[in-house]
């Protein structure tokens, strides 16, 4: 089973700018396609954006070209740096392979945009 621990959130300005960093355990980690996904409160958990093994990337549509997603495979790590933040994207974002184990997912990390 792989678990996932996520970091890097907190509270910033519309605007600006936060990376989150995941941490995962597990020998299958070079070979999964990570994803980092958000749940806003009262929506459904969405995708934001994944990453190949080898570093195919793919976004939302909402988050092109502001956000960027990355690995670490040495260190089964995946990163997802984020920019021009909007108040709409507050919530709590959480990293899993996709498509998702279900009883991989971690606490996630807040993040808070404030108007």
């Known amino acids: 089973q792989v678990q996932l621990v996520e970091s890097g959130g907190g509270l910033v300005q519309a605007g600006g700018s936060l990376r989150l960093s995941c941490a995962a355990s597990g020998s299958i980690f070079n070979i999964m396609v990570m994803g980092w996904y958000r749940q806003a409160p009262g929506q459904q958990r969405e995708l934001v954006a994944s990453?190949?093994?080898?570093?195919?990337?793919n976004y939302a549509d909402s988050v092109k070209g502001r956000f960027d997603i990355s690995r670490d495979n040495g260190k089964n790590t995946v990163f997802l740096q984020m920019t021009s933040l909007r108040p709409e994207e507050t919530a709590v974002y959480y990293c899993n392979a996709k498509p998702a184990f279900i009883n991989s997912w971690g606490q996630g990390t807040q993040v808070t945009v404030s108007s």
């Open positions: 990453i190949t093994p080898d570093g195919r990337k």
